[in-house]
């Protein structure tokens, strides 16, 4: 079956434009995630949509970022007012149920803030 | 900060040398993963271990679990040069609803 997809799988962008980022994730995982990854660096995670609940939006770096999950499925991560320090590659995963489960990652986004 | 912490940072054996890395965590866990990042793309699940297990095997991967010690290695036998890649320890926080994922060791394999 398909796996994760992520869109698109680069973007280059000014300092100071918005993005969005797109994340569909395996066909009936309930659960999904958004972590970060700069250059040579581990995984930051940034947050995680069980269901439809609300999801805990602690981990966002700051108030310019946001993710939505529109009908238990498809998620989208905006930054808005994109800094340097942005730049990363935006990786997505989902699991089945739990947040404990063995996640499957999609291929990421590149972002690149000029 | 990282939950998970892999030592060593980066190996490098020849191929059909055994590769062990470690991870060590810090609160307690349900269960720990391991996952393998070639070129800095997405992540492949290797291995899940349950905190009631000790050791388990998947064709050349073999990982243990010392809850005691709150750490976990993942050896790899009989290394091919396709080994190459960032290998990650994750676990998952409940309390903070959060992965964590260690900073990873950079295995190279050489031909």
């Known amino acids: 079956g398909a796996g994760v997809s992520q869109s698109p799988s680069n973007k280059v962008t000014e300092k100071g434009k918005d993005v969005e980022l797109r994340c569909d994730p395996i066909s009936g995982h309930t659960a999904l995630y958004w972590y970060r990854q700069s250059l040579g660096q581990g995984l930051e995670f940034l947050i995680y949509?069980?269901?439809?609940?609300?999801?805990?939006k602690s981990g966002l770096p700051s108030d310019r970022f946001s993710a939505e999950r529109t009908g238990g499925s498809v998620s989208t991560l905006t930054i808005q007012r994109t800094q340097q320090e942005d730049s990363a590659v935006y990786l997505c995963a989902s699991s089945l149920n739990r947040a404990e489960d063995t996640q499957y990652f999609g291929p990421g986004t590149r972002l690149t803030v000029l | 900060s990282q939950q998970g912490e892999e030592d060593p940072q980066a190996l490098s054996i020849q191929e059909g040398e055994n590769a062990t890395m470690n991870c060590s965590y810090k609160t307690s866990i349900n269960n720990l993963q391991w996952y393998r990042q070639n070129s800095g793309r997405g992540l492949v699940h290797l291995i899940l271990i349950r905190s009631n297990e000790r050791e388990k095997h998947s064709g050349r991967l073999r990982v243990t679990l010392d809850t005691s010690k709150k750490s976990s290695s993942l050896l790899i036998t009989a290394s091919r040069a396709a080994d190459t890649a960032s290998y990650f320890c994750?676990?998952?926080?409940?309390?903070?609803?959060?992965?964590?994922f260690g900073a990873g060791t950079r295995l190279t394999v050489k031909p």
């Open positions: 994750a676990t998952w926080l409940s309390n903070n609803n959060d992965m964590r």
């Open positions: 949509f069980q269901g439809n609940s609300a999801p805990d």
